[in-house]
């Protein structure tokens, strides 16, 4: 009997992936394509669908090479939260100042309606508390009201669909509108039971997103993973390389595409504390350019300023909320580029590391491990230089895009060393933040024993073992570095109906790689770090209070 195969499709912020997954959960070939961004302005980001779309065709082929066309039973997509637009005849719009048409994607982490943010959250109206009271600029009401009061003749006259980009994708492929319950319940206010709330949109000033029953922001909904349309149409399944009809699941954010990826594995015979517990017990993060953190439970827990509940966004049936670090990979990179020591840095890892293409991070913690004393963790070496982690703001728990930085303890010194001990205070601040977002969680009512990591950053050692460390839990690395595709094609699976529900697909699909535990010893290390982050939080708000008198 032939094999069958599902095509999973990951749009990330800088590049789109494919993977083609057998049925047990086997990556058989993976392909990725560049794709552009650009900042016409700070804090403006912008890409464009057809770019995106073109990069998806390219990569699908490339790992669907050397396979029939039949044994391709189903594929699934997931991509970033961010915002596309385009006109009557589903042609995209310009979102930005220049008027270029081709750039009408609003990116996950352009922060240009911070104002029109602050405003729904002043105004206080009851959707706010399935986003944890606070409307975060990277949701999409307040980038929708953004390009109505800044670009209404370029951009919001002329637009008559704006889609989430995972709804974007899944449009293009079946020619369906049919909107994903993942995308529109959490960055859109949409409530499974009730449906749009107008008096929400209404008061925000966007009235006009009613007309004709709401159709331009999606009046037809579905679980993730659910068979769309007809499946693949003829036009889309030319430009994909597939056949027509192939089975199409309904779209994931990415970040949720890699908690299924993920959190569902059997954890049987790995001694974990969650085993023999309920998935709730496990909590999923994807770390890459971002990080989120992603926790379930069988009944809707509000927590200040976390995302949710939010019913059916991940798993069917389930209610999640997410937590999530603004910047991650991109802050470690920020902080390594721009020392002074970072040509050198270039340098000795060429060298040392002359095959490996992520040997900057190979090489900076192997320098670190040869600067730590013998015998002693290399955790120790940060316990006088801390960082405060919000260079783009703090999603959660916090839930303040206006918070910066912070580096205390920085010497006269610029050397490798002083660059390997930056990069280490940094990834520590993460985990710190990471057990914030736990602490927030657990008062809420979520009992969380493992954390299930899975992205770019889960390939760091160090960034995995200190996030085991700084939160004194276990962490389970998949067998497939490539959970976030294997979660989008967990959605091509669902939907071919070879497995009935998406619970039984991703059981049957993800599966324990590794377990990395904490080091016990390093407990009160790491709760006098925490002091001292808790106190440059509390050192930036006295700052900002005494710049702010007049």
């Known amino acids: 009997m032939a094999e069958v195969y599902y095509v999973g499709v990951d749009v990330g912020s800088a590049s789109v992936r494919a993977a083609l997954v057998t049925r047990t959960g086997r990556v058989e070939s993976t392909a990725e394509q560049p794709i552009s961004i650009w900042e016409p302005l700070t804090d403006h980001y912008v890409q464009s669908s057809t770019e995106i779309w073109d990069k998806c065709c390219t990569a699908v082929k490339r790992v669907t090479q050397g396979v029939e066309r039949s044994q391709v039973r189903g594929i699934g997509f997931d991509a970033t939260c961010s915002l596309v637009v385009l006109d009557q005849s589903f042609q995209p719009v310009p979102v930005s100042q220049d008027g270029d048409p081709q ?18 959250t002043s105004a206080g109206h009851g959707v706010l508390s399935r986003v944890g009271g606070v409307m975060s600029p990277e ?24 889609l989430d980009l995972p709804d974007f994708l899944s449009w293009k492929a079946t020619g369906s509108l049919t909107r994903s319950l993942c995308t529109l319940v959490c960055k859109w206010t949409y409530c499974p039971s009730e449906g749009w709330d107008a008096g929400f949109w209404t008061s925000i000033g966007l009235e ?24 693949l149409s003829q036009e889309a399944a030319a430009d994909l390389g597939l056949e027509t009809g192939t089975a199409v699941g309904a779209s994931l954010i990415d970040a949720h595409a890699g908690g299924l990826g993920v959190i569902g594995a059997d954890v049987k015979g790995f001694n974990l504390p969650c085993e023999d517990q309920p998935i709730t017990s496990r909590m999923a993060m994807i770390c890459g350019t971002s990080t989120c953190h992603m926790a379930i439970s069988e009944q809707p827990l509000f927590v200040p300023g976390v995302w949710g509940p939010c019913l059916s966004a991940m798993v069917p049936g389930m209610w999640l909320n997410e937590g999530g670090q603004s910047a991650t990979g991109r802050l470690m990179e920020h902080m390594v580029k721009g020392h002074a020591a970072y040509t050198q840095l270039q340098e000795e890892a060429r060298h040392r590391f002359p095959l490996n293409g992520e040997n900057l991070y190979t090489y900076l913690n192997s320098h670190l491990s040869s600067m730590a ?4 963790a290399v955790d120790l070496l940060g316990s006088s230089l801390h960082v405060w982690p919000d ?6 728990p916090l839930a303040d895009p206006n918070l910066k930085g912070m580096v205390i303890g920085l010497p006269l010194s610029k050397t490798l060393d002083d660059l390997a001990l930056l990069y280490l205070a940094t990834i520590q601040a993460l985990a710190l933040g990471t057990l914030h977002i736990l602490e927030a969680m657990k008062e ?42 294997i979660g989008a094609a967990v959605l091509g ?5 070879d497995y009935s529900s998406i619970q039984e697909a991703m059981e049957r699909m993800a599966k324990v790689g590794k377990v990395v535990l904490p080091d016990g010893e390093l407990r009160s290390f790491y709760e006098r770090k925490n002091k001292v982050f808790l106190r440059l939080f509390a050192h930036q708000r006295e700052y900002q209070a005494l710049m702010s008198q007049r």
């Open 373 to 376: 004393d013998s015998g002693s």
């Open 444 to 485: 809420a009512g979520h009992d969380i024993r493992t954390l299930f990591l899975c992205g770019g950053l889960s390939k760091n050692a160090l960034y995995v073992q200190i996030h085991a460390n700084a939160t004194g839990l276990p962490v389970v690395l998949p067998d497939q570095k490539e959970a976030v595709l």
């Open 103 to 120: 750039r009408n994607v609003v990116m996950w982490m352009d922060h240009r309606a911070a104002e029109q943010a602050a405003r729904i």
């Open 208 to 231: 006009d997103i009613l007309e004709n029953n709401f159709s331009k922001i999606g009046n037809v909904t579905c679980s993730p993973g659910s068979p769309l349309g007809d499946g």
């Open 493 to 497: 699976a669902c939907a071919s109906q």
């Open 391 to 396: 260079f783009h703001g703090n999603r959660s």
């Open 139 to 162: 949701m999409q009401p307040p980038k929708l009201l953004w390009l109505k009061e800044n670009l209404r003749e370029r951009c919001w006259n002329k637009a008559s669909h704006f």
